[in-house]
């Protein structure tokens, strides 16, 4: 498995950076189809452009400013520089470099990462020539109208030659489990508690990112690895007890691992970024278990009963109806145990392969009970489905005409595909390939010419 490369856009308010960001989202045809309800609001997106992919971290806007757990900007400065593998700077092209400018190119080019200086606005009447910011010491500088759609394919031409060659690691037999929710939600605890629970713990691991504390124990004659994304305070720098939410440290956590625990304080449910984070491991494609932690605290568990709780989280996570919902307590060990078993059930349902005839059944009972619809003249035909990969599940559906497919017919392929085999606890991934364009981009390719593909047209549209 390759761990994919990480993208991150900093710089001051009111930049641009969220213009930048989406336009630059906006510009892929996504793997995933964007659907309603999941994850249209994140931050962070996985993005695929001459055959690389990366993830894209908007690094100024996970939580609002009132929030106070709100990272400054030399802070978001420094935790890219030292987690991302490329740093994408933004600056204002109508404004002189300040001071704060200054500081950030500073920071961003000791890191010795590859750095990209973006003068954003330039549709602007009074922006500045390039020259101005030269003095900021970036070499690869990129003028952009987020607003207008200019410079935007230069500027992810740009990320992609900059990007690290992805090494594929080699497989092995352990299981990875991280730990991932917002500050003070019990997740050293519950780490802790993990940990201790087993007598056979093999080693601490050297973390390669230091900043995630790791261990590795035995479980049922499984080896797992357990990530704790709470290890993220740094000495002298955060108040004792108060831990700032790191997006691009959970970012790594969650690429690393199999099986996410998503922990939510039972005093503090229906949090919006636990939603956030929930969508996040769901686009990575790993497992899921919402964790309700500190069930210790609630005092009156007549009133405040898990019954009447598991409707209300399970409506707040309608997006991930696939992932199990556990209460847990740190304290009294309660349900503690249980979440290897969930961890070894779902790394299991993650693996397992699909017979093509079932799989194609499945299709045209679909087709034949309930077809997509598409426009007047143009509807998409669904000809036969096959799967891919597995970890996670991966499955492609061939036909024409596919783009018309609607996501709600999506949602009910993968609802079907669900109730024929177990994925609780994964999510599932769906792509549509057009048999049309396959066969010409064949065709063209066998004549020596290039294929068809998103970048071409846009060459062929700007010679015309």
């Given at each position: 498995?390759?761990?994919?490369?990480?993208?991150?856009?900093?710089?001051?308010?009111?930049?641009?950076?969220?213009?930048?960001?989406?336009?630059?989202?906006?510009?892929?045809?996504?793997?995933?189809?964007?659907?309603?309800?999941?994850?249209?609001?994140?931050?962070?997106?996985?993005?695929?452009?001459?055959?690389?992919?990366?993830?894209?971290?908007?690094?100024?806007?996970?939580?609002?400013?009132?929030?106070?757990?709100?990272?400054?900007?030399?802070?978001?400065?420094?935790?890219?520089?030292?987690?991302?593998?490329?740093?994408?700077?933004?600056?204002?092209?109508?404004?002189?470099?300040?001071?704060?400018?200054?500081?950030?190119?500073?920071?961003?080019?000791?890191?010795?990462?590859?750095?990209?200086?973006?003068?954003?606005?330039?549709?602007?009447?009074?922006?500045?020539?390039?020259?101005?910011?030269?003095?900021?010491?970036?070499?690869?500088?990129?003028?952009?109208?987020?607003?207008?759609?200019?410079?935007?394919?230069?500027?992810?031409?740009?990320?992609?030659?900059?990007?690290?060659?992805?090494?594929?690691t080699e497989p092995d037999d352990v299981l990875r489990i991280a730990?991932?929710?917002?500050?003070?939600?019990?997740?050293?605890?519950?780490?802790?508690?993990?940990?201790?629970?087993?007598?056979?713990?093999?080693?601490?691991?050297?973390?390669?990112?230091?900043?995630?504390?790791?261990?590795?124990?035995?479980?049922?004659?499984?080896?797992?690895?357990?990530?704790?994304?709470?290890?993220?305070?740094?000495?002298?720098?955060?108040?004792?007890?108060?831990?700032?939410?790191?997006?691009?440290?959970?970012?790594?956590?969650?690429?690393?691992?199999?099986?996410?625990?998503?922990?939510?304080?039972?005093?503090?449910?229906?949090?919006?970024?636990?939603?956030?984070?929930?969508?996040?491991?769901?686009?990575?494609?790993?497992?899921?278990?919402?964790?309700?932690?500190?069930?210790?605290?609630?005092?009156?568990?007549?009133?405040?009963?898990?019954?009447?709780?598991?409707?209300?989280?399970?409506?707040?996570?309608?997006?991930?109806?696939?992932?199990?919902?556990?209460?847990?307590?740190?304290?009294?060990?309660?349900?503690?145990?249980?979440?290897?078993?969930?961890?070894?059930?779902?790394?299991?349902?993650?693996?397992?392969?699909?017979?093509?005839?079932?799989?194609?059944?499945?299709?045209?009972?679909?087709?034949?009970?309930?077809?997509?619809?598409?426009?007047?003249?143009?509807?998409?035909?669904?000809?036969?489905?096959?799967?891919?990969?597995?970890?996670?599940?991966?499955?492609?559906?061939?036909?024409?005409?596919?783009?018309?497919?609607?996501?709600?017919?999506?949602?009910?392929?993968?609802?079907?595909?669900?109730?024929?085999?177990?994925?609780?606890?994964?999510?599932?991934?769906?792509?549509?390939?057009?048999?049309?364009?396959?066969?010409?981009?064949?065709?063209?390719?066998?004549?020596?010419?290039?294929?068809?593909?998103?970048?071409?047209?846009?060459a062929k549209n700007a010679e015309k």
């Amino acid at each position: 498995m390759a761990k994919l490369p990480t993208v991150a856009i900093v710089g001051q308010t009111n930049v641009g950076k969220s213009s930048l960001f989406n336009r630059l989202y906006g510009s892929q045809e996504a793997i995933v189809a964007r659907e309603a309800g999941t994850t249209r609001d994140n931050v962070v997106r996985r993005i695929t452009e001459a055959d690389k992919t990366f993830w894209l971290v908007d690094t100024a806007g996970l939580k609002s400013a009132e929030d106070e757990f709100e990272a400054t900007i030399q802070e978001q400065i420094v935790e890219a520089t030292e987690v991302a593998d490329v740093i994408v700077v933004v600056v204002d092209s109508t404004q002189y470099p300040s001071d704060e400018d200054r500081r950030i190119a500073k920071t961003a080019l000791k890191s010795k990462k590859p750095v990209i200086l973006v003068t954003n606005k330039t549709d602007i009447k009074g922006n500045l020539p390039i020259d101005e910011f030269r003095r900021l010491g970036v070499k690869d500088i990129i003028r952009t109208s987020a607003e207008h759609n200019d410079g935007i394919d230069e500027l992810l031409e740009s990320i992609v030659d900059h990007l690290p060659v992805v090494k594929a690691t080699e497989p092995d037999d352990v299981l990875r489990i991280a730990l991932i929710g917002r500050p003070n939600v019990g997740k050293s605890h519950l780490f802790n508690t993990l940990a201790g629970k087993q007598q056979a713990v093999v080693a601490n691991i050297a973390g390669t990112t230091r900043d995630v504390n790791r261990v590795q124990v035995n479980y049922h004659k499984q080896a797992i690895e357990l990530l704790d994304t709470a290890g993220i305070r740094r000495q002298g720098k955060q108040e004792v007890g108060i831990e700032k939410f790191s997006v691009l440290r959970t970012l790594a956590a969650i690429e690393e691992a199999d099986v996410c625990f998503l922990l939510m304080d039972v005093n503090e449910l229906n949090v919006q970024l636990d939603q956030r984070l929930a969508g996040l491991i769901a686009e990575a494609g790993k497992g899921l278990v919402l964790v309700v932690s500190k069930w210790d605290s609630v005092e009156d568990k007549d009133a405040y009963t898990r019954d009447a709780l598991a409707p209300k989280i399970a409506y707040n996570f309608k997006f991930t109806p696939w992932a199990p919902l556990i209460f847990t307590s740190s304290v009294t060990g309660q349900n503690v145990t249980k979440l290897y078993d969930l961890a070894l059930d779902i790394i299991k349902r993650r693996d397992q392969t699909t017979k093509t005839r079932v799989l194609n059944d499945l299709l045209q009972n679909a087709i034949q009970k309930h077809p997509p619809s598409g426009l007047k003249n143009t509807h998409p035909k669904l000809r036969y489905m096959v799967q891919t990969d597995t970890l996670p599940p991966w499955f492609v559906i061939y036909g024409s005409n596919l783009k018309f497919v609607h996501w709600s017919y999506k949602r009910h392929l993968e609802r079907l595909i669900r109730e024929t085999y177990d994925y609780a606890g994964t999510p599932i991934k769906l792509s549509f390939r057009d048999e049309k364009q396959i066969k010409s981009n064949r065709e063209r390719v066998a004549r020596g010419l290039e294929p068809v593909t998103k970048a071409y047209k846009k060459a062929k549209n700007a010679e015309k």
